[in-house]
């Protein structure tokens, strides 16, 4: 028998008519702030009935209580073929099974095995051990985009390069290819592209891990790939699990250091601050996860009736989990929609939570601590080229931020 959780209590009241979709549009001018109706949502009832693009009718939840109980409660699946879409566009008429290797779109048992096979290949130890060559790599970055100043786009100049150079490092392909493999992975997080697209752009990435991991089965070299080797994983897994990895490690982290730098910017106070204390490093990027979440929007479907919140959720429902409104929450997060880089953020969801939380967020802090400091050291007169509400939001893809993020530096 399931023991009740303190999320499960009687039934509550709720609103007659489900929502008519997931609200999207963010507050003009603010671009860092949740969309204005999802926060309204999580005030008056932060879990209640929604309908989907293709009539389903489901959940959205928006507070933190629920949306970390959903997360952390395994009778709720991640497997694609379960859910609904939240979303208009090209899966709301259902999503395939997920691919060999991806990971977020599994459950246990299978989930767990390819979790105990990686997980000790991301450690906090070995992650701070590689703390020396990423401050090696973001200084080299660092050079070239001091060449190429004053005035340059972060996200090309220093975002992406910094974390797809770790990456690539770690996993053993060749830097030379990052740009190729750069341009195979927008697609796969862009809604609004063709399925052609997203398709050419899936067994493009495919094509080039499988041509790698055969020549790392040959020539095995001292990278987590070649450790993954003599596993017992299928060559079809181990390329996609590699592809996952990869994809997982261009985007993320770069979206993380350009749009938390555009944060820093249109915030000088906190900017300050953190020029003023390196020591707040830790901390600001703990905060920074919390106040952006660009990882915004989860789902999961029930595999069996569960309450949560005092609402029950039957077998099959769907339930869209809003981590944005979640990590400004009032409830868990004191006056949450201000950047306080003096906050203990610790309970966030930025990274996730339960069993899908995020497998390389140890690498992602490294990334972002190093990064970020040697950012606002080597250039102390940072800041944006254009006004802010001219920077180019990332609005219709799976991780929030910005396209481009154009900063200059020197004599005002």
Known sequence: MHEETPTETADRPMDASPLPGLPVDRPAGCPFAPPAELARHREEQPLRRMTYPDGHVGWLAT???????????????????????PLPGPYEGGLP??????????????????RKLLAGKFTVRRMRQLT???????????????????????VRAFA????ALVICELLGVPTSDREFLQAQTAPLMDLTVSEEERTASYVALQEYVRALVLSKRVEPTD????????????????????????????DTTANMIAHGTFALLCHPEQLAALRGDPDLVDGAVEELMRFLSIAQTGVRAALEDVRVDGHL?????????????????????????ALDLRRAANG??????????????QLARVEMRVAIAALLTRFPTLRLAVPPDEVPMRNHTNIYGVHALPVTWGAG
């Open 160 to 163: 992406q390069p910094v974390p």
């Open 223 to 250: 990278d987590v790939l070649s450790d993954l080797t003599t596993s017992d994983l299928s060559d079809d897994e181990l390329t996609g699990v590699a592809g996952f990895l990869l994809a997982a490690g261009l």
């Open 97 to 114: 099974p997920a691919p060999l290797g991806d990971m977020t779109g599994i459950d246990a048992p299978e989930h767990t095995r390819y």
């Open 348 to 361: 966030h969801l930025g990274f996730g939570h339960g069993i899908h939380q995020c497998l390389g967020q």
């Open 132 to 154: 020396d060559r990423v401050e090696e790599i973001t200084g080299a970055q660092l050079d070239v985009m001091e060449a190429q100043g004053p005035s340059v786009d972060l």
């Open 63 to 85: 507070g933190y209580s629920a949306v970390r109980a959903i997360l952390g409660d395994q009778r709720f699946s991640s497997r694609y073929e379960l859910i609904h879409f």
């Open 313 to 337: 959720i039957k077998a099959g429902e769907t339930v869209t989990l809003s981590v944005e409104t979640a990590n400004r929450d009032p409830e868990r997060f004191p006056a949450p929609d």
